[in-house]
């Protein structure tokens, strides 16, 4: 079993940067995808991207395409996710996920993950 812990969101203005950081304990690190999530107050949760467990492969949703990258730190049982340019509409919940391998078409789905952190707060607003 994994456990994942969210840390590093807070509150920025528009055009701010943040870095997110999903720590995992337990389970063998390396051996699964991870993927973030987020969730805005009144909506669903959505995908915004993922990493292979090899961090090789990395895929991130359109939405955030061009401001937003993933990677991770296999020795230090780490992924994290790079903000840039911040916009008030990616003020969410954030959330990590571990999944067993799989094919990146399958990082979308949140049924994919089976392991899930508790999230962090992200406020963009001026």
């Known amino acids: 079993q994994v456990q994942l812990e969210e840390s590093g969101g807070g509150l920025v203005q528009p055009g701010d940067s943040l870095r997110l950081s999903c720590a995992a304990s337990?389970?063998?690190?390396?051996?699964?995808?991870l993927g973030w999530f987020r969730q805005a107050p009144g909506k669903e949760r959505e995908f915004v991207g993922a990493?292979?467990?090899?961090?090789?492969?990395?895929s991130v949703a359109d939405s955030v395409k061009g401001r937003f990258t993933i990677s991770r730190d296999n020795a230090k049982n780490t992924v994290y996710l790079q903000m840039n340019s911040l916009k008030p509409e990616d003020t969410a919940v954030y959330y990590c996920?571990?999944?067993?391998?799989?094919?990146?078409?399958?990082?979308?789905?949140?049924?994919?993950?089976?392991?899930w952190g508790q999230g962090t707060q992200v406020t963009v607003s001026s």
């Open positions: 996920g571990a999944s067993a391998i799989t094919t990146s078409a399958r990082w979308e789905w949140e049924d994919t993950y089976k392991y």
């Open positions: 337990r389970g063998t690190f390396s051996l699964f995808d």
């Open positions: 990493v292979s467990w090899s961090g090789d492969l990395t």
